[in-house]
């Protein structure tokens, strides 16, 4: 399974909100810490703030925080929502396949789909956060200490 771009920028996203909290944070500090496009990453802070995961303020002191706390997060919902499909081989989507009849490739990669998902439902944000995470990434990202001033940047 390959998640695509979008989806990895939304959970990379979520990943630097949760550990900037419960500081505000912009697009541009975010493709910056990451070194990806901004221009991409506003279309998927874009989806975030509709599916109520992001919290977006705009204007002067405006920003982005985390709409939902991060135990509230399910990465597997956040990986369903931000892929465009789930489709494995062609057999899942509307494509014809001619072992179709006979085929029990389909039931495993089906299987194998649900199960990859299935694990991904027993994360939160907060357990990807926990035992020291945050401070980790905050520190990798050039994020402030808490209490502190920002690093690395």
Known sequence: MRLTRYT???LRTLLYLGANEPRQSSIAEIARAYGISENHLTKV???LGRLG???????RGGGLRLAL??????VGAVV????EDLV?????????CAITPACRLRRALGEALAA???VLDGYTLADLLAGGAAPDLARLLGLPEPGGERVGV
């Open 8 to 10: 990895d920028y939304a």
């Open 53 to 59: 995961l992001v919290r977006t303020i705009r204007g």
């Open 88 to 96: 494995l081989v062609e057999c899942f989507g509307e494509g014809a």
């Open 45 to 47: 802070v874009h989806q």
């Open 116 to 118: 990859f998902l299935a």
């Open 80 to 83: 369903r929502q931000t892929e």
């Open 69 to 74: 706390s991060p135990g509230e997060i399910v």
